[in-house]
């Protein structure tokens, strides 16, 4: 059986960056921080105060505000995303087989708003007996993302959500390019949505020692690969793609931003959050997706990382890559954009991908920000060229886009140039 070729012909999202993939894409090439101060809720008492948050996002834009009562804010993020995309990307629905398309998408937690304003309520009235919404579990539930959109547009194609912790939504854009290879559809909408930025997922991932708290200067706090790292900033919000069958993008002249040319996936067995200290996981599922795409490791030029600013994860994927690349390590671009984005857990995957297929397509390399001159880590080697500070332009001929997930779980997806 011969593969179909894959190609994205849509973008969009909602993040800390901005409210569309224009604006987003725009801040994480000059290089600014989505981080400050929480406003979701009082974290003044939290031993981290601050994250990167998505601001001034009017729901309204794109859902029935009625409608959005009955949705999450990671849902009403993912609906914004989807429509941007779908938006972008000129499918004439009117002349779209709308038996093949589908919508995948990773969603990493899900509705912890809902369940925490569900819950607390019940706390807060149990003498009166369980009153919760009979919109609770709908709200909560990870897939119901996925659910709103085939709604919304009548999409009758594969319909689910991938749950990968940090990997999700890099597992998600891998379902939907191999069920278009394989002919199971012609259109999938994917990508990620996450927004856990309230007292149970800052408070959680306190207690891990996961996060940051540089809280007397939120911008510079995530310094990926400098020796002051000290943990990620969480992050919420939303990146989708229109991923297209070559001749069926072709047919109906839409523009291609690039091509998806292969993808990976691994697990490190190792430890339920710690990666492997020595990369194995990542080395792995690097490789895996070389393979899957026909590639040597000299066809890449840029590596978006999965970077989260941690004392062990940063020092295993650089280990990770010098084992995969070789000498070619250092002819490439690295770069973290969590270092401006924060982790958007579930959609870290998504958002980087998105970056990583608008570095193909305009031959520029976002930066890592927040390194300073004398902060390097003895463990770290630094004749790789990380893209410190400021984005470089250079050819992009193809992409590499790097997420490891809690539970050792690890994904990565390969773009390339159009040809």
């Not at 948050?53 to 859902?63: A, L, Q, S, T, Y």
């Not at 659910?147 to 991938?162: A, D, E, L």
């Not at 790789?384 to 332009?393: P, R, S, V, Y």
Request: with cysteine; aromatic share 8%; hydrophobic share 40%.
């Amino acid at each position: 059986m011969e593969l179909k070729r894959v190609v994205v012909t849509g973008i969009g999202a909602v993040s800390p960056l901005g409210n569309t993939a224009e604006e987003t894409w725009k801040n994480v090439v000059a290089g600014k921080s989505g981080a400050a101060p929480i406003t979701h809720f009082d974290a003044s008492n939290f031993k981290t105060t601050f994250a990167c948050e998505v601001k001034d996002f009017n729901v309204g834009d794109f859902i029935d505000r009625k409608e959005a009562r009955k949705m999450d804010p990671y849902c009403q993020y993912a609906m914004a995303a989807a429509t941007m995309a779908v938006d972008n990307s000129k499918l004439d629905l009117e002349q779209t087989d709308l038996n093949r398309v589908g919508v995948v998408l990773g969603v990493g937690i899900g509705g912890m708003h809902t369940f925490e304003e569900e819950v607390g309520y019940y706390a807060t009235h149990e003498d009166q007996g369980p009153r919760f919404s009979p919109f609770f579990v709908p709200k909560m539930i990870a897939d119901i993302a996925a659910g709103h959109i085939s709604m919304k547009y009548g999409f009758h194609g594969p319909n689910y959500i991938t749950a990968s912790a940090c990997a999700s939504s890099t597992n998600a854009i891998a379902d939907a390019f191999n069920l278009i290879r394989l002919g199971k559809a012609e259109v999938m909408v994917t990508g990620g949505a996450e927004a856990a930025i309230y007292p149970a997922g800052v408070g959680g991932f306190t207690a891990m020692h996961a996060l940051s708290t540089r809280n007397d200067e939120p911008e510079k706090a995530s310094r990926p690969f400098s020796a002051s790292r000290d943990g990620f900033i969480m992050a919420e919000g939303s990146a989708v793609l229109i991923l297209e069958e070559l001749e069926h993008a072709k047919a109906r002249g839409a523009h291609i931003y690039a091509e998806v040319a292969g993808c990976g996936m691994s697990a490190d067995a190792h430890h339920i959050t710690a990666s492997h200290p020595e990369g194995l996981g990542a080395k792995l599922v690097m490789s895996n997706a070389l393979e899957d795409a026909e590639m040597k490791p000299e066809d890449i030029d840029y590596i978006n990382v999965h970077g989260t600013s941690t004392p062990v994860g940063d020092i295993s994927e650089v280990k990770a890559i010098k084992d995969v690349f070789g000498e070619h390590a250092y002819k490439l671009n690295i770069s973290s954009t969590k270092s401006m984005t924060g982790h958007l857990l579930g959609a870290a995957g998504a958002i980087e991908a998105m970056f990583s297929v608008l570095s193909v397509e305009n031959d520029i390399v976002p930066p890592t920000i927040n390194h300073e001159e004398g902060d390097e880590d003895p463990e770290i080697d630094y004749k790789l060229n990380f893209t410190f500070n400021k984005a470089q332009q250079r050819t992009v001929r193809a992409a590499l886009s790097n997420t490891f997930g809690f539970g050792g779980h690890n994904a990565c997806a390969i773009f390339k140039k159009y040809k």
